[in-house]
C-alpha cells in the first residue's frame, strides 16, 4: 500500500526578471494574483497542505528576507522551513541543499518551482510514481501556444484559424515526487536536469505524470501570466 508523500521543497529563489518592476522589492513567489491579496507561494503552500502536505522547506535566494518575513508572520497550514544558499549551487545543488532539511530523509517528497500555479491532486501523482516504482516523477502540462495558429490543407488552402491551441508537446509542470533514493543522485553543484533526470530517463526510473483533463496549471513569468492568472481564477470561481 502506497502512502503519500507528507514533506515537500519549495523552490522560491528565482530573481523573477522578466516579472519586473513587480520583482524590484519582492522574490518571484512574493508576487500577488491579482484580486486575491495572496502571495503565489501562499497559494502553493495552501494547496500542499489540502494535499496532505505537513511540513515545507522553502528555498529562499533573491531578497531572501522579505520572503522569510512574510512566512514568520503568515498564519499557514503547515509547518516551514526556510534555507538560504550561501553561494550558487545551480538547480540540482539547491534542490539537494533544500531536501538535506526535510524532517524525514527516509520518506518520498514533493517539489515545486515557486512560479507555479496549479491545482490538481497530488496524492494521484504519487500513486502513479508508486505504481511505476520510479525514482523520481515529473507532472507533465500542455500549455497553450501564446499565438494564433493556421491550419492548411495538402495543397496550401488556409482551412481554419485556431486562438492559442494547445501545444502539441508536453512540458516538465515544474511539480514532482521523489523517491527518498534520489537526493543522493541530485549533483552538489550543477543542474539536475542535464545530469540526474538523463540517467534516470536511460534506466527507466524516470516517469512522466500528465496533468488531468481540466486541471489548472500556469506559471507565472511575466505580468501578462498575472493578468491572464487573475481572469482564470476568477472564471474558475464565478
Not at 5 to 10: D, E, F, I, L, S
Not at 16 to 43: A, C, F, N, Q
Not at 100 to 119: S, V
Not at 152 to 177: K, M, Q, R
Amino acid at each position: 500500500m502506497h502512502t503519500s508523500p507528507t514533506q515537500a521543497v519549495v523552490l522560491a529563489g528565482g530573481q523573477g526578471s522578466r516579472l519586473r518592476p513587480y520583482t524590484d522589492d519582492r522574490p518571484k513567489p512574493m508576487v500577488e494574483i491579482p484580486g486575491t491579496g495572496t502571495p503565489i507561494i501562499g497559494h502553493q503552500l495552501s494547496w500542499l497542505a489540502a494535499e496532505g502536505v505537513t511540513d515545507a522547506v522553502v528555498s529562499c535566494g533573491h531578497l531572501a528576507e522579505v520572503l522569510q518575513q512574510w512566512l514568520a508572520t503568515a498564519e499557514l497550514p503547515l509547518r516551514v522551513t526556510t534555507v538560504v544558499e550561501t553561494e550558487p549551487l545551480g538547480r540540482g545543488g539547491g534542490l539537494k541543499y533544500a531536501a538535506a532539511h526535510l524532517p524525514h530523509p527516509d520518506r518520498p517528497w514533493y517539489a515545486t518551482n515557486g512560479d507555479i500555479w496549479t491545482r490538481f491532486s497530488l496524492r494521484e501523482m504519487a500513486a502513479f510514481h508508486t505504481e511505476r516504482d520510479a525514482t523520481a516523477t515529473l507532472a507533465l502540462a500542455r500549455p497553450r501556444i501564446p499565438w494564433g495558429a493556421v491550419e492548411t490543407d495538402t495543397f496550401g488552402h488556409i482551412t481554419d484559424f485556431i486562438e492559442s491551441p494547445p501545444s502539441p508537446y508536453l512540458i516538465n509542470a515544474g511539480v514532482y515526487v521523489f523517491s527518498p533514493a534520489f537526493t543522493g543522485l541530485l549533483p552538489d553543484v550543477g543542474d539536475h536536469e542535464r545530469t540526474t533526470f538523463p540517467g534516470l530517463a536511460r534506466e527507466r526510473r524516470l516517469a512522466g505524470f500528465p496533468l488531468p483533463h481540466g486541471a489548472y496549471w500556469r506559471a507565472i513569468d511575466t505580468a501578462k501570466d498575472l493578468q491572464e492568472a487573475a481572469k482564470e481564477l476568477g472564471a474558475r470561481t464565478s
